[in-house]
């Protein structure tokens, strides 16, 4: 399955951003998904997961109730509502695909990565 991201920009802290994945060349319903994220200098995290239904989400601590992860399977397509955003948050996140049989909250699930897409947020 081949992944696009799109949607980063620069926000101030306290803003909002949505991020968007859309999915070609494989049944997006076979896959769960998720957000990750790389902020310079640290290792890539996971930020949010989801079922191949969106039944089940999984989040970092350092998002819930922040974030929102969902999505379109009609549309082939992920989200990432990212509400009151930080300084913290500034990094290149990433979408990835999980086959559905794989445990979705796990990020060694993932083998099919998208490009990532950049998110700063200024203080």
């Known amino acids: 399955v081949q992944l696009q991201a799109s949607g980063g920009g620069l926000v101030q802290a306290g803003g909002s951003l949505r991020l968007s994945c859309t999915a070609s060349?494989?049944?997006?319903?076979?896959?769960?998904m998720g957000w990750f994220r790389q902020a310079p200098g640290k290792e890539r995290e996971i930020v949010a997961t989801?079922?191949?239904?969106?039944?089940?989400?999984y989040y970092a601590d350092s998002v819930k109730s922040r974030f929102t992860i969902s999505r379109d399977n009609a549309k082939e397509t992920v989200y990432l509502q990212m509400n009151s955003l930080k300084s913290e948050d500034t990094a290149v996140y990433y979408c990835?695909?999980?086959?559905?049989?794989?445990?979705?909250?796990?990020?060694?699930?993932?083998?099919?990565w998208g490009q990532g897409t950049l998110v700063t947020v200024s203080s």
């Open positions: 989801t079922t191949w239904n969106g039944g089940s989400t």
């Open positions: 060349g494989r049944t997006f319903s076979s896959y769960s």
């Open positions: 990835a695909a999980a086959l559905r049989s794989r445990v979705y909250y796990l990020g060694s699930s993932y083998n099919n």
